[in-house]
């Protein structure tokens, strides 16, 4: 199963400022997925990375917003860019490993 | 666009319980559906994943059950500890990767 290893686990940041959060994967893999947790409530799928293409987004999120790279096939990054209170969530990446989802153990963001 | 409803919301038992979480989702078309434990403020726990063809799926103390036509999956747990105590998710995948979850079920299991 693949392990994932995201980073930063938590911050605290100002309004109007970027936070740009990285998962590294112990293998590689064809697709990473981005995912949102707002507080009290599920998962919403931001956008799924692909190696060498440009992220595909879900209805509701951009990329000016949410800009993604994905340098090679164990590494991603997701950016939280001018960030308001309403951006406080836990946002977590995911790989997809012999048909099973996994998950990175999240970062917790709060904007003040 | 599918959707995925979890029932209960929350559930208090006593240790040593057996339970049922249920999962109900609109779109039948689904390649697998994943089940899934989140502990407060972190990621998720992979627990069972029941392809489409299967009806039900066993891990330990946990057995998954599908029926794809109905729209349905239930957790089984069996002889509850206060260890899982979590929120329990699940998933249906009906394209590649592109899961949808439910709001999850949030168990409390009292010593």
């Known amino acids: 199963s693949a392990v994932i290893s995201q980073k930063p686990s938590r911050d605290i940041c100002q309004r109007g400022t970027s936070l740009t959060i990285q998962c590294q994967v112990d293998s590689q893999v064809t697709m990473m997925f981005w995912y949102r947790q707002q507080p009290g409530q599920s998962l919403t799928l931001i956008a799924t990375?692909?190696?060498?293409?440009?992220?595909?987004?879900e209805s509701g999120f951009v990329i000016d917003k949410f800009p993604i790279s994905r340098p090679n096939l164990t590494f991603s990054t997701l950016t939280v860019s001018n960030m308001s209170p309403e951006d406080s969530s836990i946002y977590l990446c995911s790989v997809e490993d012999n048909e099973k989802l996994f998950f990175g153990s999240g970062t917790q963001l709060s904007v003040l | 666009k599918q959707e995925v409803t979890q029932i209960p919301a929350a559930l208090s038992v006593p240790e040593g319980e057996n339970l049922v979480l249920n999962c109900s989702f609109t779109?039948?078309?689904?390649?697998?559906l994943q089940w899934f434990r989140q502990d407060p403020g972190k990621g998720l726990t992979s627990l069972l994943l029941?392809?489409?063809?299967?009806r039900e799926q066993t891990s330990g103390r946990l057995n998954a059950s599908l029926d794809k036509s109905s729209g349905r999956s239930t957790l089984y747990i069996a002889a509850s500890q206060p260890g899982d105590s979590a929120t329990y998710l699940c998933a249906p995948n009906t394209n590649a990767g592109k899961s949808t979850f439910g709001d999850g079920t949030t168990l409390t299991v009292k010593p």
């Open positions: 990375a692909n190696q060498g293409s440009e992220a595909t987004y």
């Open positions: 779109d039948s078309a689904i390649y697998n």
């Open positions: 029941i392809q489409s063809s299967q």
